[in-house]
Every structure is written in structure tokens, then in C-alpha cells.
């Protein structure tokens, strides 16, 4: 097992890890919240290093991220484990597991990058499940991934510590970060999270210089108040920057929430229109009769990028621009 980073130990073999802002304190033996981290004789060890259960070959566009490389594919890869217990989290199977109840392969972070080449994948996603409980192995993986010019990327609740986050921002190129709601109570009694690091680990990201796109799933009578919505765009805007995509993603019954219904359209298409006062770039997911995941000019509103679920159907970016010469803010090339 792979001795963690980021802990500390103290008196009587127990150590305290601080990559998350959960601080597990654990006793010999003790994993932490997450079920990816042990106490072994005193040091912190990864339960989940080198051993993935999830690689697969994705569209960019399904993590989802609309201005990096469209078009390209990602070799994606996760493992099992969570920091957050998410009551609609639509992977509980594997992220609320521990990794001897799933089938998990062996593969080092040289074999990931020689798999990505093989199969001419130029990003690594670090996705599936939360990656900052397989921080290590990210870590390791990306290191190499920037020395054969292949980029990295990950699909993160966002709940980290700002010291691991900054080491990881040296070798991200871009970044989604779920942000479940903008408010303390959401974040508590469905998450058992905070919402304040979440925001923390945006404007880091930001003035880092990863590229960002947010998502924000929609669940009615929870997080979908026209309020809210509105307050949370404003905050990205201010604290990023009006080019910041969101994506707004359509909830569906699952998990701990099998009583509660789908996100109505007309929520999505309200949240789309009030985040447009902050937001340039602002898509609806999940949704197939909405054409709202389409990207248009900020300036003229010329159709730039045509999605058809993961696909595209046509790219008229050029050199970064809208033909009307606007500039389109992302990472084209």
C-alpha cells in the first residue's frame, strides 16, 4: 500500500490526515470517512493507489467540459471511495464501497500513460469518483501525463485542502467542479459536507490558471430556488470570471432521493435564463429536447458549437474567435 501524503501522526500510532477538510483523526486500524485511507501501524496508507476499478474512454464533453479540446477523447479512470455521502450521488455503488467489494485492476501510473498513448487519448480523466480520495495517484499519474504532453483533468466535488490543491494545480490543466448548492444547509444535510472549502477550491483553481467549468445539479424543492441560483452566478462571476461555463444538469430520482421528482424543464430553462445575467456561457444537461447544450457567440449569438448528446456536430471556432471576431474564451488547440 501507498504510504498517503498530507497527514500528520500523533501520540499512540494515530494519525490525522489533512487532505479534505473532514480531518479524520484515526486509531490503528481505523479507515477514514472516505473508505479510501487507513491507519496502518501508525502510518496513513492508501487503500486505493494503483488499483482503479473504472478506465474507460470517454468524450470531453461527458465530464462534462464545452470549451477544452471538444471533440477530444479522455482516458478516464476512478476508483472507489468518497469524501462526501451525497443522498442522490449517482455512483454510490462505487463511491459509497470499499474496494475489496468491487472488482478493482492492477495498474501503475506508467501503464495509465502508456494505455492513454495506445489508445491516442491526449487527456487523462480523474473522474468517476471523487479523486482527491486517490490524491497520490492522480498526483503521480499527472506527472508523467505532463511529460508526454498529455493533459489532465478532473471531475471533483471540489473538497479539498488548499496545500494538496496547489500541488495538484502544477500539473491540472483543466477542472469541473460540482458545486451541489450555495448554502451551508443543503451542503449539510445532504452532502455532510461545507459548502465555504468548495468555493475556496474554485477560486484557487481560477487564479491558479486551470481552466474551470461548474456544474450544478438541479433538485426541485432543494437547490432550485430562483434566489439562490442567481446569488450563486453572481458569486462566480465575481470571483472568477464572466467566461466560466456552467452546466445546469437535470436531477433524476436515485439513491437516498427516489421520492422526489425530475427537475421540471421550465427550472432549467429559468435557471439558464437568470445565470445569463452573470455568466456567458451557461448549458442545460441531462435533457434531450432542449437544445441546451449548444455553445453561441457572447457578442453576435452565431451558433459556434452544435452538441448532439456527446458529439459534435459542428465547430465553427476558429483560432479561438466567433467570426465576428469576438474572443471565445477555452482551450481550443
Known amino acids: 500500500m501507498k504510504e498517503a501524503l498530507y497527514y500528520k501522526k500523533l501520540k499512540n500510532r494515530i494519525v490525522l490526515c489533512q487532505l479534505c477538510p473532514k480531518f479524520c483523526t484515526l486509531k490503528p486500524t481505523q479507515i477514514g470517512d472516505c473508505k479510501a485511507r487507513k491507519n496502518i501501524n501508525g502510518k496513513l496508507k492508501s487503500l486505493v493507489y494503483g488499483n482503479p476499478i473504472s478506465i474507460a474512454i470517454d468524450p470531453i464533453e461527458k465530464k462534462p467540459l464545452f470549451h477544452f479540446l471538444p471533440g477530444t477523447r479522455a482516458l478516464s479512470i476512478g476508483t472507489t471511495g468518497c469524501n462526501l455521502h451525497c443522498k442522490f450521488c449517482q455512483n454510490w455503488g462505487t463511491s459509497q464501497s470499499n474496494i475489496e467489494d468491487c472488482g478493482s485492476k492492477t495498474i501503475s501510473p506508467k501503464e495509465v500513460i502508456k494505455e492513454s498513448i495506445k489508445n491516442n487519448c ?17 498526483l503521480e499519474i499527472a506527472k508523467l501525463a505532463k511529460k508526454a504532453g498529455i493533459k489532465n483533468i478532473i471531475v471533483s466535488n471540489g473538497y479539498i485542502n488548499q496545500e494538496p490543491l496547489k500541488e495538484w494545480c502544477k500539473y491540472l490543466d483543466a477542472a469541473n467542479i460540482d458545486l451541489k448548492s450555495f448554502t451551508e444547509k443543503f ?23 486551470v481552466w474551470l467549468e ?76 432542449i437544445k441546451g447544450e449548444n455553445t453561441y457567440c457572447q457578442n453576435c449569438n452565431k451558433l459556434l458549437i452544435e452538441r448532439k448528446g456527446y458529439s459534435i456536430i459542428q465547430n465553427n471556432i476558429r483560432e479561438g474567435k466567433c467570426n465576428c471576431n469576438k474572443i471565445i474564451k477555452g482551450v481550443w488547440k
Open 122 to 138: 491526449k487527456i487523462i480523466a480523474y473522474t468517476y469518483n471523487e479523486p482527491t480520495i486517490f490524491y497520490e495517484y492522480v
Open 187 to 209: 451542503y449539510k444535510e445532504l452532502t455532510t459536507a461545507k459548502l465555504k472549502p468548495v468555493l475556496e477550491t474554485i477560486k484557487t483553481l481560477y487564479q491558479q490558471g
Open 214 to 289: 461548474i456544474t450544478n445539479l438541479l433538485i426541485p424543492k432543494y437547490n432550485d430556488k430562483q434566489k439562490e441560483i442567481g446569488e450563486m452566478c453572481k458569486w462566480i462571476s465575481k470571483n472568477t470570471t464572466k467566461n466560466t461555463p456552467i452546466h445546469f444538469s437535470r436531477f433524476f430520482p436515485y439513491y437516498k432521493l427516489l421520492n422526489m421528482p425530475p427537475t421540471p424543464l421550465k427550472t432549467l430553462v429559468k435557471a439558464q435564463k437568470i445565470a445569463q445575467k452573470y455568466l456567458n456561457h451557461v448549458y442545460i444537461g441531462n435533457v434531450q429536447t
